[in-house]
């Protein structure tokens, strides 16, 4: 089992940043990527990146790539997730999560951290 913990939440103004962190702990071994969603209220969760872990690819939300990057630090099995130019629209709650695979479903969830931006 893998338990996600992130941090780095808070209040900002807009055109501000924001650095999020994720650790993760447990069978870290048997993580191949990592990622980062958001839901805001009343919305559905959407994503923002993912990582692979073994190669250090990234995807990201076209929407959001060119502010927001995803980066890792294996050695303290961390993500972190900076944003830069934030508007109202990014206010979220954002969630880390893990999957065994490089595809398809995520296992493990964070209990995430919230964004507000105003």
């Known amino acids: 089992h893998v338990q996600l913990v992130e941090s780095g939440g808070g209040t900002v103004q807009a055109g501000g940043s924001l650095r999020l962190s994720c650790v993760a702990s447990?069978?870290?071994?048997?993580?191949?990527?990592m990622g980062w969603f958001r839901q805001a209220p009343g919305k559905e969760r959407e994503g923002v990146a993912t990582?692979?872990?073994?190669?250090?690819?990234?995807l990201y939300d076209v929407a959001l790539k060119g502010r927001f990057i995803i980066s890792q630090d294996n050695a303290k099995n961390t993500v972190y997730l900076q944003m830069n130019s934030l508007t109202p629209e990014d206010t979220a709650m954002y969630y880390c999560?893990?999957?065994?695979?490089?595809?398809?479903?995520?296992?493990?969830w964070g209990q995430g951290t919230q964004v507000t931006v105003s």
């Open positions: 990582i692979n872990i073994n190669g250090g690819s990234t």
């Open positions: 999560a893990a999957r065994v695979g490089v595809t398809g479903n995520w296992d493990y």
């Open positions: 447990g069978d870290t071994d048997t993580i191949n990527s």
